[in-house]
Nanobody
């Protein structure tokens, strides 16, 4: 079993930055994929970015060039550096992990952390 604990959300003004962290407990073999997904009020959950243990990365078009995902395999932790934040980035951000390659619906999920972009 894997537990994911997110941190780093909060309120930021448009154009500002935030850094999210997600630490995974349990077997490192259960975290081949680690990623961030988000859900805004009234909208479906969507991919933000994911990264595989080997280093392959994918971003959604809406955050590409503004957000950077990275991971520390030794710490079993994934990060999301968010720059040039926009009001439309406001959502609950969820950390997710999967032992294999299930990018659309990973096996493990964190509780979520609120990100609010507002002046």
């Amino acid at each position: 079993q894997v537990q994911l604990v997110e941190s780093g959300g909060g309120l930021v003004q448009p154009g500002g930055s935030l850094r999210l962290s997600c630490a995974a407990s349990g077997s490192i073999f259960s975290t081949n994929l680690m990623g961030w997904y988000r859900q805004a009020p009234g909208k479906q959950r969507e991919l933000v970015a994911y990264i595989f243990r080997g280093g392959s990365i994918k971003y959604s078009d809406s955050v590409n060039s503004r957000f950077t995902i990275s991971r520390d395999n030794a710490k079993n932790t994934v990060y999301l550096q968010m720059n040039s934040l926009k009001p439309e980035d406001t959502a609950i951000y969820y950390c997710a992990a999967d032992a294999l390659y299930r990018t659309e619906n990973p096996q493990y999920w964190g509780q979520g952390t609120q990100v609010t972009v507002s002046s």
